[in-house]
């Protein structure tokens, strides 16, 4: 190659609800997604954040990718206004309920066909709403390229990526060449704040690129939830289902009961045995004060 | 695209993450489970061990419950590499078609695992909270989302292995066998192993540091309802025994019982613990906010109708230093160091 041509980036983000508004229904027991308020994913933030220091410092054209419903829009319109030069929305009615290994084949062939050149994919290390962090890894994998999770610094040298990262209480700094990808985490890059003017600006002009799974040369059946190995049984409220078993009596009695009933739970965190059964023992059974 | 790679019920399999053998028992959590599930399925109870020199984890995973254990003993093993432990896992798994692979969502598991699931074209589900059996012989695994709001129940019908990675702390591990016997298989390591594209220049350990309240499995917290500074107190008593990490609310850091750094809510820490103990806090909603996946919240109030008690799995209704003193007690006779 002569001159180094400019970094081409490419940012996967993921529209998600705002947890704390998150509308549950509980008399029917279902989730009210329709009416939960969107935001962009806070780690896909992060990962932005990084491309746009990497384009400040090298130069570089970031383009984002979210796949999702039309309103999804809102986050990629976000996304230019903090500093992307283009944006993508894959969305597609027959891709809904994809799980991570379709929606990982899914953004890998939409990366083939738009961005083919790209050097650096960025995804957040995890999504608030699914939190499963196995969409960016597989789509390394889909892609035969190299990935490195949880990044938490990264630094480009010619074609050669550095890649600092905590991981499971070690500190590790990682090289890959690139074309690869990084996962970043929120614990680098604090996303730069938008000013509501800019938001304006980006609502107002900015176009966004629409792709369906045709235009992305895809089938139905490879696609969605048809094509997903993994099935949702169930979903349930976590408070809807707490038990909510009321103790009353004196503390003595009730902390017996709790190692009575939770005992297992109790030693399986505190990773210590400890005794089943202690009925018997007659030690003081005053209580302090 | 759909053939079945296995018949079902004839091994689950473990990955062995022994790295930070010592903090995370996460695969003996694993294969105690795994024991307690297989008979459903007819199914060994195996684990995959790659590393060098690792014959002490594999005595150890014998001990506790391994029936079989897959071991890639080679100096070229000696760090922990996805692109390496995916080849030879993927390898494996092709062999011996395990039913079921089951990983510890560590940060390695967790980077690990999509990938193995990818190559397999399987399904995968992430830091599952729960693993039954159902009627059908399929696993379901339980995992939550939405910061723990929601819970769901997912299968992997068709595809195998049913992959999962699996929370540290959601089972218990079985007790140090020395008398169990099991059967070790080594997995030679292929000459034509590809040189990983990802390079590690510089690992070391992270200097031993305080676990943080944000990192902690259990989480004391105390609210105005302890009533003293004296008695807030005991709840550090009561955390060291637990190996537990003390949470406040903003009246107890405003009246100096407990530092800044205690402070759980908006204006403090987000918190994910597995177990949580709130004694004396009302529950507003500036603090609630920031309690995430706890699956077993505990709550003790003098106040039955106190929005802590209602969100609470267990509602104990006491005076939270009598309780706290009484837990104390309790925590000292049963443990058996
Ligand atoms: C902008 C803003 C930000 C805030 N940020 C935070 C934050 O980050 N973190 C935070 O914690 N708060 C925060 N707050 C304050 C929050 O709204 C509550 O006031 C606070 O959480 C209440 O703390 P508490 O539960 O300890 O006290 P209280 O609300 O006074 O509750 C005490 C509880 O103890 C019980 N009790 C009393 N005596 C006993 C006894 N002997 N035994 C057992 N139970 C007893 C009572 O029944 C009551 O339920 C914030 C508030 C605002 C406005």
Known sequence: ?289 | MTEKMNKPGQRICVFGDYRNYFQNRVTLQLLARARELAPAIGAEVCAVVFGSQVSEYVCEYIAHGAQTVYVADDPVLKDYCVETYLFLAEHLIRQYRPDIFLIGATDFGREFAPRVAKRLKTGLTADCIGLEINADGLLVQTAPSFGGNLIATIITPEKRPQMATVRPGTFKELPHNDAAAGRIVSIPVPSDLPIPRVRLVHSERKPPREQRIEDAGIVICGGRGMGSRTKFKKLFEMARLMGAEVGATRPVVHSHWADHDCLVGQAGKNIHPRILFSLGVSGAIQHTAAIHDADLIIAINKNPNAAMMKMADVAIVADAGQFCSAMIRELKNRIRE
Not at chain 1, 78 to 104: C, H, K, N, V
Not at chain 1, 129 to 155: N, R
Not at chain 1, 208 to 228: F, K, P, W
């Open chain 1, 1 to 289: 190659m002569m001159d180094s041509p400019m970094l081409k980036l490419v940012v996967c983000v993921k529209q998600v609800p705002m947890v704390s508004e998150l509308p549950w229904d509980s008399k029917t027991g279902t989730l009210k997604r329709n009416m939960a308020e969107g935001m962009m994913n806070p780690a896909c933030k992060h990962a932005l954040e990084a491309a746009l220091e990497i384009k400040n410092s090298h130069g570089a054209h970031i383009t984002t990718l979210s796949m999702g419903p039309p309103m999804a829009e809102e986050i990629l319109r976000e996304s230019l206004a903090m500093g992307a030069d283009r944006s993508i929305l894959l969305t597609d009615p027959r891709m809904a309920g994809a799980d991570t290994l379709i929606t990982s084949y899914t953004l890998a062939h939409a990366i083939a066909k738009e961005c083919p050149d790209f050097d650096l994919i960025l995804c957040g290390c995890q999504t608030s709403d699914s939190e499963t962090a196995q969409v960016g890894p597989q789509l390394a994998e889909e892609l035969d390229i190299p990935a490195v999770a949880y990044v938490k610094q990264v630094e480009i040298a010619g074609r050669r990526v550095r890649m600092q990262r905590e991981s499971d209480d070690f500190l590790e700094t990682l090289e890959m060449d690139m074309p690869g990808l990084i996962t970043v985490s929120t614990a680098g890059y604090p996303p730069r704040y938008v000013s509501l003017c800019g938001l304006q600006l980006a609502f107002e002009a900015g176009d966004i690129v629409r792709r369906s799974m045709d235009d992305i040369g895809l089938e139905s059946a490879d696609v969605g939830m048809q094509a997903s190995p993994t099935r949702i049984l169930d979903v349930y409220s976590s408070i809807a289902r707490k038990k909510n078993i009321v103790l009353k009596g004196t503390p003595k009695k009730s902390v017996e009961t709790l190692f009575d009933q939770f005992g297992d739970k109790l030693s399986g965190v505190m990773a210590k045995d400890l005794k089943t059964h202690d009925h018997d023992r007659n030690d003081d059974d005053r209580e302090d004060e």
